[in-house]
């Protein structure tokens, strides 16, 4: 697993496709640089953000990282769904791998991380967001688990983290009924921790830094270690999540929804209801008429 990086022209600089990548005022910058897709990211997009993540550990004067979406209209979709219908239960442990190793690297960081959110923030760019330590998010920022809507699982981060944000109920309903959140009920319902006007979501995103700037660094190394061990603990809620969603991938069922999506029509999903009915059907019918036992030839 992995892709190589070329070294720029400048020294100590890594040249990215998928992102941008930059340091300014000890400040790191990680922006997913999609916009044709709506920052939908994948597999060279987490692994040039995982690189460019690890990299800040290179340098002490670092005092924060921030990640945002390229252009006006999406933090990020979440999964590239062009890339993602090449997953089946073969493969499915490469993207899920890189998505466990996304997050770890973000939550592992000495430093807070914070989300830089404008516009739709969905799904897989969701659970980027939940990662996370901060968000601030722009007045026009929509939030929501599509996973139901497109045959996809949201179990890297979504089902561990939002009960514990949100609470029990909320999470079922944002995740079962595919419930978005305008930035302005995200906050009140503790789901990011800001909202502010467009305009000014980069200069409170820069107060934010400069406050980090001037906190000390061991004690954010601490804390962040601190607050994060209960949740470090659904390490292993992580690992049964994405051997669940292995078997969801390349399937009949998660094809559909995600093409229906790329086609802009409503998913047929019901086919696949009664296809698993007319299967139980015959099981009963099976079972009523003395069929699930052995034939006599081959009894003797």
Not at 141 to 151: D, E, H, P, R
Not at 183 to 189: D, F, P, S, T
Not at 192 to 199: D, E, F, H
Not at 237 to 253: D, K
Request: hydrophobic letters at 40%.
């Amino acid at each position: 697993m992995g892709i190589t990086f070329n070294t720029s022209s400048k020294p100590g600089e890594t040249a990215y496709k998928d992102i941008l990548f930059e340091v300014k005022d000890q400040v790191a910058w990680v922006t997913i640089n999609r916009p044709r897709v709506r920052n939908a990211f994948r597999e060279q997009t987490l692994d040039e953000m995982i690189h460019a993540f690890s990299s800040t550990r290179l340098d002490p004067m670092i005092a924060c990282a921030v990640v945002t979406g390229a252009g006006d209209e999406a933090f990020s979709a979440g999964g590239d769904f062009h890339a993602m219908m090449k997953l089946n239960r073969a493969n499915a442990h490469m993207w899920n791998d890189r998505m466990l190793g996304l997050a770890m690297t973000i939550r592992g960081l000495p430093i807070p991380v914070i989300a830089m959110v404008n516009g739709w923030c969905m799904g897989g760019g969701h659970e980027l967001a939940l990662w996370c330590d901060l968000v601030i998010a722009s007045e026009n920022a929509v939030f929501g688990q599509t996973g139901a809507k497109v045959a996809a699982c949201p179990t890297v981060g979504a089902t561990q983290y939002l009960p514990r944000i949100i609470g029990e109920r909320l999470a079922r309903e944002m995740i079962f009924m595919a419930r978005t959140f305008p930035a302005a009920e995200a906050v009140q319902v503790g789901l990011i921790n800001r909202c502010v006007p467009k305009a000014d979501l980069l200069k409170e995103t820069l107060a934010w830094c400069e406050k980090a700037k001037g906190h000390s660094a061991q004690t954010l190394r601490a804390t962040k270690k601190s607050l994060n061990y209960e949740s470090d603990e659904l390490y292993a809620s992580w690992q049964h999540g994405m051997e669940l969603l292995a078997n969801i991938w390349g399937t009949e069922e998660s094809l559909e929804g995600m093409q229906a999506f790329l086609d802009r029509r409503k998913p047929d999903f019901n086919r696949f209801r009664q296809r698993n009915k007319e299967a139980l059907d015959r099981y009963h019918a099976d079972c009523a008429g003395d069929r699930n036992q052995a034939t006599r030839q081959a009894a003797e």
